[in-house]
Structure formats: structure tokens, C-alpha cells
């Protein structure tokens, strides 16, 4: 049996972001406050700047939060009542809960080997009433969007991106939230890119559907403050903009500690037959993956988590320990027997930028000293 000296690491570390650049926030807290800006103020409009040209799409505006931006995106892409969106029962509810709450119906489909939606399932979904497909760009991952687009050519369908959890993340160079016809974002605090409340944003390069987003976003009035639709309130809060213009400095280095972290686990762990990891971060030149979460498939999952947790070191089972579909009390009943089997197995390591390599270090004795009782 392997001994590992004891530590604690936690899953994630709520105050460390702050208080790593705490006398610059409660500058940025001060400077906006003085100038009683807290509502659609210029820093809103220079972090939604600075986000469209982080991701080379043409428009991006901050809203309350990254579920309500799937939801207006969904509005504004013209989806409604009667029609179907396809989507991977591997995501948070919100995903189909904002496709529900335009009236559609959220068909829910498998997952590959990859953890992502599988475009065979999707077009085995299809049906005359499907309007789009809604990847879910998962932790950290862009899809295969060359496969996804090519079932949705071949159908006449919308793209709308769940990229809650994959801020910079690329496939074949383009970033995630800018393959389909809209996409949203999340600044949850423990997202990659986090602010100290909710927040969201959502990107668009089409022009009509940027008009419509800005009214539904704003109790439907357009930029010249002129009520044209009906819309509603969800604005990111200026401040919050302002502390992820300050975040948004140093985010290069933010994904490439996720991936170094990434490839610790890769050589720590990447031997064990008990563990199916998640890609390497060099494995596959079409993807640059920014791991927002770092979830790996286990045996004995169950009895590894509590080890885990008797040695000090926090893991999650993504989403509540289940996938979508499997909430019977909001009304699926589809059976999805491949994502079923990975909700047995997954399990999330520790992935952020709080994290030493001496704790990724004690993660991995930990797990391998499991194994090798």
C-alpha cells in the first residue's frame, strides 16, 4: 500500500479568488462605485468589447446570468412553442430547462466517448418538429462542430451553443459559443472566467438575432432606449463587468495552469487501468481543451470518492449524480443507456487555478494509493 502525507484540498476554493487580487478589486469596487456606475455603464460595454475580440465574434452582450442567456438565445433565434431542440442529456438542466421555458420541448440524446454529444444520436432524434441542436461545450471542451454542422446542414437546422463551461476552449482554432447562430456563456464564480455573483454573456454574429437579444435583455428596448418588443430584465450587473474586465487580464494564464494541471493528471494517473481519464490536453490537434472541470470515468467510483474524502480531498459527481434525462419529476422518459453507464463511473479531481502542484501532486498519490491497496 502507498502512504500519502495528509493534506486538505478542497474542490474548489471560493475565497482564494478573491482574495488573490483582493486590494485590486476593492479598487475596481471603489472606482465604480464613486461614479455611482451600476447599471449598463461603459464598463459593460468595454468588457463586452474586450469579449468579442477574445473570441473573435462579432457581438457579445453580459446578461444576468448563462441560463438566462440560453433562454433569449433560444427567443431570439425564433424557437417556440411546437418545435424540438436536440441537446446531450450530459449538461446541467439549464440547458434544457431554457429551451423549455420558450415553450419548445428539449429532446435529450447520448454522449460519446468524449463526454460529448454524439452527432449519430442526434440525427437518429431528429423528427419534423426539431428546429436546432444545442451542444453542450462541457467542461472545457469544444464538440466535434465539423460533424454537428454537417447533420445540421443536412436537416435545415439551427446551432445555439451551451458554452457555459468553455470560455476560450477551440476546435480547429474557433472558439467555442461561435460555430452556431448564437451561444451563451456563464460567470458563475466557479467557472473559468468567474465573477463574485451570477452573470452571462451572450455572442452572436448575426445581425437580427444581436437586435433581438439586446431588446430581450432590456425589457425590450433598443439601443436608443426606444421600447419595441416585449423583453425583460437580465443585464449583467456593471460591477461584476468590471471585475471580469480585470479577470479577463490575465486569462491566458488562467487556461494555461488548467492545463498544466491537466497534464499532471495525464502523467500521474494516466496508467492506472481503473480510470478512463479525459482527453490530454495535446491529444488531438483539432481541440484545445481549457478544463473547466477535470472529469474522469472510475471504478468503484463510489468507494474512491469516500477515500477521497477521508483523506481531505473534494471531488463531485457533475449535476446532482445524474444526467437530464434521468429526473423523472420534469417529465423525460427517454432511456440513454450509454450516458446512464458514465453517470455510474464519473467523477470530478480538483481543477482550478488555486490548486499547487504540490496539492495536484497529493490528489494523485491519494487516488493511486486507492488502487493499490
Known sequence: MSSVSARSV?????PFHFIRDE????????????RGAFILQKDLEEFEHALAEFLHVKYALGVANGTDGLMLAVRAAGIGTGDEVIFCSHTYVATAASIHFVGATPVPVELQADHMIDPESVEAAITPRTKAIMPTQVNGRTCDMDALQAVADRHGLLIIEDAAQALGSRFNGQCAGTFGIAAATSFYPAKLLGCFGDGGAVFTND?????????LRDHGRDREGQLRSWGINSRLDNLQAAFLSRKMESYDQEMARRRQIAEIYQDRLGNLPQL????????????????????????????????LK??????????????????????????LPRTEAFYERCLMLPMNTSLTDNEVDYVC????SFYER
Open 365 to 368: 498519490e491519494t487516488v493511486r
Open 23 to 34: 486590494k485590486a478589486y476593492i479598487e475596481t469596487f471603489r472606482n465604480v462605485g464613486r
Open 10 to 14: 478542497p474542490f474548489f476554493n471560493y
Open 310 to 335: 477521508q483523506h481531505d480531498v473534494g471531488t463531485l459527481v457533475q449535476f446532482g449524480g445524474k444526467a437530464v434525462h434521468q429526473y423523472e419529476p420534469i417529465g423525460f422518459s427517454q432511456k
Open 276 to 307: 478512463q481519464l479525459p482527453p490530454a490536453p495535446e491529444a488531438d490537434d483539432r481541440h484545445f481543451d481549457v478544463y473547466q472541470n477535470y472529469e474522469l470515468q472510475a471504478d468503484q467510483r463510489d468507494e474512491l470518492q469516500s477515500y
Open 207 to 215: 445581425d437580427a438575432v444581436y437586435e433581438r437579444l439586446y431588446q
